[in-house]
Every structure is written in structure tokens, then in C-alpha cells.
């Protein structure tokens, strides 16, 4: 692997031997550190937030967030037990810490930029603005009969409605539940019934890569079966008029008649702010549950010290509100901090595989953060994509939601970012609320490794576990990726389901958080990430991630993406079965591939890793938010496809059916 340093050797050494010395580089860094004895370097402010976490934390909350009353109790945990506690005693509301203090200092200020569906028809909405849209529908909530603790259901695609949404929830102390707006009628009224809501907010149709889609038909459909809803209301994406019941409310509307003011709830930091449903390994999806202040708190520092986001940048996450990457950093994140932040509705494609970075051009994005899976497809297109649009506003380049692989970072890196900005490949989950793992913050010019997400945020101990539940404390070491103490943006517990909670995350490894992830950590301490543990693969006794074996086969030229899985194998245990998709123009032999790829692994891993079978196929089974589903694959490779299990996230049912077929004419 290659090392990549950034930052200049002159200013390296001005900043230790100067700055470093006077022992205010890391108070220039982080004001709220400036109290804290003996730090002196970014290192030395990690290992101080995870032995002093709540002298730490305390400083963090007292600063950057604004209380009504200000908390006793910095933390009160008990991890083998599931209960996480941070600033008891205090009182805050979130919508004020997102809107009204900025509105004070700057109301003029953009907060959101939404990027509509059709270049270059963004709409730009301020501080003031927004927070008159979130009173609005705080009052028309109440008036309908919301009532602090109630949980409203949001059905919408990115927009600045569903924003003043989740605001307008957190504003009068309800919960509210976003449901990607690409999910089914069923997955919408399975999540409606589970959450209790009573309130349903969408809008008429959804725009996405020139395409509508019927989202107020979809609520239709989907609250046939969920008695409890009372009202959904509905705002008008375009002029297409929907058919409306005596249920429905049209929502621009009726918010005009509302007063533009509205009291906002004074919340305990416990309290629920919203719960967010994501799919576990086996039963229902679980609504994972994230309360005020700590979740708060955290998304707002992950965001700044992450990606170095200072006051007048433009943030670009382009992951859709629907996941919980949206919530943090397309929206709590950045208004926490007084950000402007864009609201991405269209897709990487459309109307053509310029628009990311037409769009960097067009909105001078500062930072950009997206999914590998975008990057390897627009890698497939080429360069010239990129390279006709002014990239120079960019200053840090950020990856979430899988493992990305070298080929993909290299571009991102190279032709993207024009080698000038860190590649920050982010690890976390719904779980962890925000970041955990990242290539920054660290000191200035830290070196970044391609594909690894390297180094714990503030307060994030990282463990790795032996099959045995041994911590495994050398380095170069593979394990169960645990969190050993309690941070304040860890979900609290999973709605209606405290039990199953502490059975998934809390009693596996007692005392430590399991992320169900595996991690290797290398010679030097760095974490990379393996993948999830049901995806690692045992062969011959030698364990082995499906994405270090994925990593490899993206490397040759002639493939763009890749996906592998493991399956039983009479000899070996387990053997390792590749699928393989080729870029549009590749016209070699698939022998002849297939023969290149399996010596590739076995020259890059070890023998024992190179793949017993290659597929190739034209795509792979997606969900809509973009995660490869080798659970299927694995399936269809034992030949069990009638049991293939919940496809009701996948993105395209075709793709399955192409690769049975295609499989059971080849294997
Ligand atoms: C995977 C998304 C490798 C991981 C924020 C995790 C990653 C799951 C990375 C959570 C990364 C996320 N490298 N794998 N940088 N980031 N993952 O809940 O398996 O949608 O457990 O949260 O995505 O997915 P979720």
C-alpha cells in the first residue's frame, strides 16, 4: 500500500517546534480543549478524551451546544446493561441549537441548499427562512394534535420541507421516524405501525433522475393498514394535483395560516429525538433510537473536526435523508455548526456522470462525502467526467457505508481531489449516531492509507475481540471490532425492544459495544475494516474479509465492481466464489480473465484466498442505499434460492433472477 502525506515539512515543523511547544496547537485546533493539562498534539487530545471522557465531553457540551438548563451529570453508563446516559439533568432543544442561535448572529446566512433533480435549479433557503418554515409546522404538528413524545413518520425525499420536518419535531419534543423514500408501501407501514405514529408527512411525487415517483399513492396504499394515522400530510414537489381525503392535509397551506413563531419544548438530553429503522442480520428491521444532547453533540464535532469544516464552507453530503448518514451530516450535523449544507435529490448519473462535480463547480462545495459504490461507478466512465468541471473549492474528500477499495480511493483521490485533499473513508454506523473511525482529525500532515479508516475519533476506544472474547491487544491483529466505553452519539436502545438491543450490541461481548463488524489493526495501530462478520470467510482454517479478496479483483483493469462471498466446500470448509461485473468495454475472453483474476489474488492475499469460482455478471443485487446483498449471493451460490430471505430493501428484483439463471446455465 502507499503512503500518502499531506501538508507541507516547513509548516510541520513550525507547528511542533513553535506552536507544539507554547503548547496552544491543539487549543487553535479545538478551542474547547484549551483547560486541558498536558495536551500538547493531536494524539495526546485522543488519549485525554478516552481517560478523562468526562472532563472531555463536559467541555465539548458546554461549548457547543446551548442549554436551557445546564446538565449535573456528564455521563452515567452501564454497558452490560444497555444503559447509556449522557448530561442528565440537563435541558436543551435541538431546533434551537440548529436554528435560532444562528439566526441571532446571522439570519441572513444560507443553511440549505436544496439541489433539485435539474442542474442548475437549486433553491437556497437561510437561517431566518428556515426556522420560520420549522415554527410553522412545529404549530400546524400541535394543531393536529402532536403531542411531545409522539413519533411523526416522514416519507419524503431530500428537501428543504423534510428538514423543517425533522426540525418542527424536534421543536415541539416529538420523535420523528424518516423512512427512505424509495421503500415499498409494506416496509412504509411495517415502520408506521412499529413507531406508532399518528402523523405522516410526504409529499405529492418524488423527482429523481428525471423520473417521478408516486410517493402520496405509496402513503396511500401503506396506511390502509396502520389504523393509528390520522393525517398525512402533503407538500407539492411539482404541480401534479393528487388525489386528497378528508385525511389528507395540504400542508403549504395550512402552514400559511400558522403563526411563524413557535414556543420551542424544553427536552431533557434524554429524551428521544428520533428513531431511525435499519436491517439487522436476522428478523425485523429495528428502530434504532437516538436521544438529544449526546447525539446532538456528536454529530455537530464529528462533522467540524472530521472534515475540517470551518464557519463559510459548503458542505456536500449526497446521501439521501432517508440513512442515517443524512441525518448527521446533510442535516444536524452541519446546522448544529452553523453550516450550509446541500440537500442532493438527484442521483450520480443523471443527466449525466458529470453531475457531482458540475455541481462542486456550481455550488463551490468545500467538502464532499459520498459512497464508494458512486465512486466505482463513475470510475467505470472515465475521466474526462470529472476533469471538465473546476474542482478547486474542494478541500477534503469523504467516503461512508462500505469498504472502499484502492482502485476506487486512487481515483477518488487522484482524479478527483487532484491529489490535494485528504481522503477521510469514514467508518460508523446507525448505531454509532456519527463517525467513529476516520483518517482525520490527527496532527496536520498525518499520512492517510488508502482503503483504511485508520484512527479512532475523540473518545472512541476501539477493541478487537478473539473468537474466544479475549481482547487481543498486539497490533497486527484481526478480531470482532468492539468500542470498549460509552460516547455520547451511541444509540440508546431499539424501540419496543430493549432486550434485543443488549442481545445484539451489549451482551456479546459483555461490557462493550459489538459492531458486529470485523477490523484488522495494522503494525502501526491503524484500523481497517473488514467487512461485516457473517461476511468474513473461513478457508482452510485461514480467515480472510470478502472485501480484501474484492479489493484485489477491482484492481484489474477489465472489472468495475466486484462482490464475494463464501460457500460450503467439502475440502476446505469454506470456498470463495467471486462475482465479477466488467467495464463497458472489455472484450476479453472470460476464461482467460477468470484465470488472470484468480492468480491476481493468490499473487496479492495468499493462494488460499483466490477465488474457486468467477461469475460474471452484467450488476449485482443492490440495496437502495447502495450496500452489495451477498447474503443473496450467498444463497444463490449453495442453490438455495427459494429461501433467499427479506429482499425487501433490494434495489432491483431483475438483477437476482439474471444472476440465477446465469448461475444455474454456467455452475
Ligand atoms: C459498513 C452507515 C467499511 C459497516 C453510516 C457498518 C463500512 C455498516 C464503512 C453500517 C467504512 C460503514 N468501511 N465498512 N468506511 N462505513 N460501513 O448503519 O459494515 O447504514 O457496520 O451506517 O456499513 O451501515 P449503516
Redesign the pocket.
Known amino acids: 500500500m502507499s503512503l500518502i502525506s499531506f501538508g507541507s515539512r516547513v509548516f510541520r515543523s513550525y507547528y511542533l517546534h513553535v506552536l507544539g511547544r507554547r503548547g496552544c496547537s491543539t487549543a487553535a485546533f479545538m478551542p474547547e480543549s484549551a483547560g486541558f493539562d498536558g495536551v500538547s498534539s493531536r494524539s495526546a487530545l485522543h488519549e485525554f478524551s478516552v481517560s478523562n471522557s468526562e472532563t472531555f465531553w463536559a467541555a465539548l457540551a458546554r461549548h457547543r451546544l446551548s442549554w436551557m438548563s445546564p446538565f449535573h451529570t456528564v455521563h452515567d453508563c452501564d454497558l452490560s446493561r444497555g444503559r447509556i446516559r449522557w448530561f442528565e439533568g440537563g435541558k436543551l432543544n435541538v431546533s434551537v441549537n440548529c436554528l435560532d442561535r444562528h439566526v441571532q448572529t446571522c439570519p441572513e446566512k444560507v443553511a440549505l441548499i436544496w439541489e433539485k433533480d435539474e442542474p442548475g435549479s437549486e433553491v437556497k433557503v437561510t437561517y431566518r427562512q428556515l426556522l420560520e418554515m420549522t415554527c410553522r409546522l412545529g404549530n400546524l404538528l400541535r394543531r393536529r394534535g402532536v403531542k411531545k413524545g409522539d413519533c411523526v413518520t416522514i416519507y419524503m425525499p431530500p428537501c428543504p420541507l423534510a428538514v423543517a420536518s425533522m426540525l418542527a419535531c424536534a421543536r415541539i419534543g416529538a420523535a420523528h421516524n424518516v423512512v427512505f423514500a424509495g421503500f415499498s408501501a409494506d416496509s412504509l407501514s411495517e415502520r408506521i405501525r412499529d413507531a406508532q405514529s399518528s402523523i405522516v408527512i410526504t409529499v405529492n411525487q418524488g423527482v429523481r433522475g428525471g423520473k417521478l415517483t408516486q410517493l402520496k399513492k405509496t402513503v396511500d396504499t401503506a396506511v390502509q393498514s396502520c389504523p393509528n394515522v390520522r393525517h398525512v400530510f402533503v407538500s407539492m414537489r411539482t404541480e401534479n394535483p393528487v388525489a386528497m381525503t378528508e385525511r389528507d392535509v395540504d400542508m403549504e397551506e395550512e402552514m400559511l395560516k400558522e403563526d411563524a413563531v413557535c414556543e420551542p419544548a424544553a427536552m431533557d438530553s434524554e429524551d428521544v429525538l428520533f428513531m431511525l429503522y ?1 436491517s439487522g442480520s436476522t428478523g425485523k428491521p429495528k428502530g434504532l433510537v437516538h436521544t438529544q444532547a449526546g447525539y446532538l453533540l456528536y454529530a455537530a464535532v464529528t462533522h467540524r473536526y472530521v472534515f475540517g469544516y470551518s464557519d463559510g464552507d459548503v458542505f456536500g453530503c449526497v446521501a439521501d435523508i432517508g ?3 443524512g441525518h448527521s451530516y446533510a442535516v444536524y450535523g452541519p446546522l448544529a455548526n452553523g453550516g450550509t449544507t446541500v440537500l442532493f435529490e438527484s442521483t450520480p448519473i443523471y443527466p449525466d456522470p458529470g453531475r457531482y462535480w458540475e455541481m462542486v463547480q456550481r455550488l463551490k462545495i468545500n467538502q464532499f462525502y459520498g459512497a464508494p459504490t458512486a465512486i466505482r461507478l463513475l470510475l467505470k466512465y472515465g475521466d474526462q467526467w470529472v476533469q471538465k468541471y473546476d474542482r478547486s473549492s474542494l478541500k477534503t474528500l469523504g ?6 477499495n484502492t482502485e476506487a480511493w486512487q481515483w477518488y483521490y487522484s482524479v478527483v481531489g487532484g491529489e490535494r485533499c485528504p481522503v477521510v ?7 454509532t449516531g456519527g463517525i467513529c473511525i476516520a483518517p482525520r482529525p490527527s496532527e496536520p500532515d498525518a499520512e492517510i492509507i488508502p482503503g483504511m ?1 485508520m484512527r479512532p475519533f475523540f473518545g472512541i476506544k476501539p477493541v478487537l475481540m478473539d473468537s474466544k472474547g479475549k481482547v487481543l491487544t498486539s497490533n497486527d491483529a484481526n478480531g470482532a471490532l468492539c468500542i470498549a466505553q460509552p460516547w455520547p452519539g451511541m444509540a440508546r436502545t431499539i424501540h419496543n425492544d430493549h432486550e434485543r438491543f443488549k442481545d445484539t450490541y451489549c451482551q456479546q461481548y459483555p461490557g462493550y459495544f459489538s ?3 470485523g477490523a484488522h489493526r495494522s503494525k502501526d495501530g491503524y484500523y481497517q ?1 473488514t ?2 462478520l457473517d461476511d468474513v470467510i473461513n478457508v482452510s482454517g485461514h480467515r480472510i474479509g470478502t ?1 480484501e479478496i474484492e479489493d484485489v479483483v477491482n484492481q484489474c483493469p477489465e472489472v468495475a465492481e466486484s462482490a464475494v462471498v463464501g460457500y460450503s466446500h467439502d475440502i476446505k470448509g469454506e470456498g470463495v466464489y467471486a462475482f465479477a461485473v466488467l467495464k463497458k468495454s472489455v472484450e476479453a475472453e472470460e476464461g482467460v480473465l477468470s484465470k488472470q483474476l484468480k492468480d491476481l489474488v493468490s499473487q496479492k492475499i495468499a493462494k488460499y484466498a483466490s477465488p474457486d469460482c468467477i461469475q460474471f455478471v452484467e450488476r449485482l443485487p443492490k440495496t437502495r ?1 447502495g ?1 452489495i446483498m451477498r447474503r443473496v449471493l450467498r444463497k444463490i451460490v449453495e442453490g438455495d434460492t427459494s429461501g433467499l430471505g427479506d429482499l425487501s430493501t433490494v434495489d432491483d428484483p431483475a438483477v437476482i433472477q439474471e444472476i440465477i439463471q446465469s448461475h444455474d446455465k454456467h455452475f
Open positions: 435499519t440513512w442515517i448518514t467516503t461512508v457505508g462500505e469498504p472502499i473513508d469514514t467508518w460508523w454506523q446507525t448505531e479508516a459492531t458486529g463488524d475494516i467487512g461485516r472485501a442505499s450496500k
